[in-house]
């Protein structure tokens, strides 16, 4: 096995324990039907660009469906995880905002 398609396969574990954690808070990502087949998964995504590549959902508030994923460079992926986590504290803090003024 290359290691791309060992990176790959890597995350396409992640995704699955992505999808059990979010059920075990009560919630669901959907996935596309057919990915519970590595087989297809790797033909839907292909290998990574480069070593520094990171398989990535564009919308965080979608599932795993082939037109949600794209191959990030790492320092943007990084950069596109604080960015995600500020806006979840945001919105937790409007939330709580909004509770006390009612």
């Given at each position: 096995?290359?290691?791309?398609?060992?990176?790959?396969?890597?995350?396409?574990?992640?995704?699955?324990?992505?999808?059990?954690?979010?059920?075990?808070?009560?919630?669901?990502?959907?996935?596309?039907?057919?990915?519970?087949?590595?087989?297809?998964?790797?033909?839907?995504?292909?290998?990574?660009?480069?070593?520094?590549?990171?398989?990535?959902?564009?919308?965080?508030?979608?599932?795993?469906?082939?037109?949600?994923?794209?191959?990030l460079?790492?320092?943007?992926?990084?950069a596109?995880?604080?960015?995600?986590?500020q806006?979840?504290?945001?919105?937790?803090?409007?939330?709580?905002?909004?509770?006390?003024?009612?």
């Amino acid at each position: 096995m290359t290691d791309s398609k060992i990176k790959l396969r890597s995350s396409w574990s992640n995704m699955w324990a992505t999808i059990a954690n979010a059920e075990r808070r009560g919630g669901g990502i959907p996935i596309c039907s057919t990915w519970s087949n590595f087989s297809t998964f790797y033909a839907d995504v292909g290998d990574p660009p480069s070593p520094a590549h990171i398989l990535r959902r564009i919308d965080l508030k979608a599932g795993f469906f082939p037109e949600n994923m794209a191959w990030l460079m790492r320092s943007a992926t990084e950069a596109y995880s604080r960015e995600a986590f500020q806006a979840r504290i945001l919105e937790k803090v409007r939330a709580a905002n909004a509770r006390t003024v009612e």
